[in-house]
């Protein structure tokens, strides 16, 4: 009987299963050990100093293993929370809110994204990408939300080559906005954040980069998107499915405060990188974690939201301000003044506000004035600050319009505000009498100036006509001699 022969497939699949083990063990082995020592050192860095817990009576921040964290407040810069803010990071793929940002400058939603080989081929093949390929085109708009939901570095490198015309113009372009953002500690060598030893930035930057980038209306929204889907076209003939990894804007980790958005990133280099921006009562808060573990990022995040939040109030400075006002304030108003304007010449912004800890006194903040101001409508600006620490400013402005002017033809008598209606505007110190005072004082001197330089005139005008009178009688008298010589 002949006997069948036997498969050799099952021993080759065997032997492929223990060529991998015998190559994977001992990777599998260092990779366990490195992560435990990554662990390890995001727990020594717990123990970094918080530079905001050593402000005098200001809350004390949560302890976290994040290398470099900032809490700030996007509309005031107020900083609540700092652990080594302005130390050098590798920010990762937070890179792209730079990339978006500027890109958003310089390109229309409907513009077409060419993809060169460069663009494709000159990024590793095992980062995050689309799988764009040479020759293919979205629109900016499907690119941005590539960039942002995806973290697509291939789109990132189309981006930077259609805005800048090639990789490294775009890149000195970003580094150039970030610093007129106020960014100087940032320096950006490409679109996405793949590692480079000299693209990096600091947690204080990527926090005025994200405070701009959340400015931006049709940013912010693309920022803040879970699921995309790009459908095939003449141009890119794939469905591409986009989803969001960031666990607070994909809803896996839940919050009571409104998220706004963010963005994920990482390279070996700069472990877990993060920018989260929430927003609460009034207050909008941005959160940019660098350095951590995963998932620790998000849960570290959450830690600072719920501080600032718990420990923090916006409050407005025209409704609580009471040491900046105008002695006699109804020569101003319209009942005590010749004009009739019923608005205060000068006032405080009814819109600026600070960021406080809860726990303090609106008295007990120190105040400075200053009238070095860039704000075309502000004559002075109010500085304050807690223990030394930056709380906001408020603005010192002119009256923007006359509201009423009182006319003389009609028989409605005129209106005058009770003592205390008047007080309640909050407006700048201006001592009246010390005005009318310097007025009258330099009018006088004018006055003397020109007596003085009347009488100084007089004076060398009548020299000169006693001069004057000299001279004929001398002639005469010449005259006289040579007649007689003769």
């Known amino acids: 009987m002949p006997t069948k022969p036997i498969s050799l497939l099952p021993l080759r699949v065997f032997m492929i299963i223990n060529i991998c083990l015998i190559i994977l063990i001992p990777h599998l082995h260092l990779n366990a050990t490195t992560l435990e020592q990554h662990q390890e050192a995001a727990e020594a860095r717990k123990l970094l100093p918080i530079e905001s817990n050593l402000i005098e009576n200001w809350p004390a921040g949560p302890a976290i293993g994040a290398a470099s964290a900032i809490l700030m407040e996007a509309n005031t810069g107020v900083i609540l929370y700092a652990k080594n803010i302005h130390e050098r990071q590798f920010p990762a793929s937070t890179t792209k809110m730079m990339t978006c940002l500027l890109a958003a400058n310089h390109a229309n939603l409907n513009d077409i994204i060419p993809f060169s080989a460069t663009a494709v081929n000159s990024i590793s093949w095992d980062s995050s990408k689309i799988g764009i390929k040479a020759g293919q085109s979205l629109t900016f708009e499907q690119a941005l939300y590539a960039a942002m939901v995806h973290s697509a570095n291939d789109v990132t490198n189309g981006i930077a080559e259609f805005v800048g015309g090639d990789l490294e113009t775009f890149a000195e372009m970003m580094t150039k906005k970030a610093a007129e953002l106020g960014a100087q500690n940032t320096n950006f060598l490409n ?14 930057d990527l926090a005025l980069i994200a405070a701009a980038y959340f400015r931006h209306e049709m940013l912010a929204r693309i920022g803040n998107t879970v699921r995309y889907y790009i459908p095939p076209s003449e141009n890119q003939p794939e469905e591409i499915y986009l989803r969001n990894r960031h666990r607070l804007i994909n809803g896996e980790i839940a919050v009571d ?15 877990q990188t993060l920018i989260t921006a929430a927003e609460k009562d009034g207050m909008r808060l941005i959160c940019v974690i660098l350095k951590q573990e995963s998932p620790e990022q998000f849960f570290d995040t959450v830690k600072l939201f719920d501080y600032g939040f718990s420990n923090f109030q916006i409050v407005n400075v025209a409704a609580n301000e009471s040491r900046y006002t105008i002695q006699n304030a109804n020569f101003f108003q319209t009942g005590n003044d010749i004009f009739g304007d019923s608005s205060p010449l000068l006032s405080l912004n009814p819109a600026d506000y600070l960021v406080m800890p809860k726990t303090t006194d609106f008295r007990s903040l120190a105040a400075d004035i200053t009238y070095y101001t860039s704000k075309t409508s502000a004559v002075a600006e109010i500085i304050y600050t807690y223990n030394n620490a930056y709380l906001g400013t ?30 309640e505007e909050n407006v700048v110190f201006i001592n009246v009498r010390q005005v009318i005072f310097i007025v009258i004082t330099l009018a006088a001197l004018a006055i003397l100036f020109f007596i003085i330089r009347a009488a100084l005139k007089s004076y060398h005008f009548n020299r000169r006509r006693k001069r004057r009178r000299k001279k004929p009688g001398l002639r005469h008298r010449r005259d006289r001699f040579k007649g007689y010589y003769l």
């Open 394 to 423: 408020a603005t010192v402005d002119f009256a923007s319009e006359n509201r009423s002017t009182y006319d003389f033809d009609s028989q409605m008598p005129m209106e005058i505000p009770e003592p205390a209606k008047a007080l």
């Open 257 to 271: 405060y409104n998220i706004i958005g963010g963005k994920t990133g990482f390279v070996s280099r700069s472990r």
């Open 191 to 204: 679109s996405h954040g793949l590692f480079e030893e000299e693209h990096y930035t600091t947690a204080y």
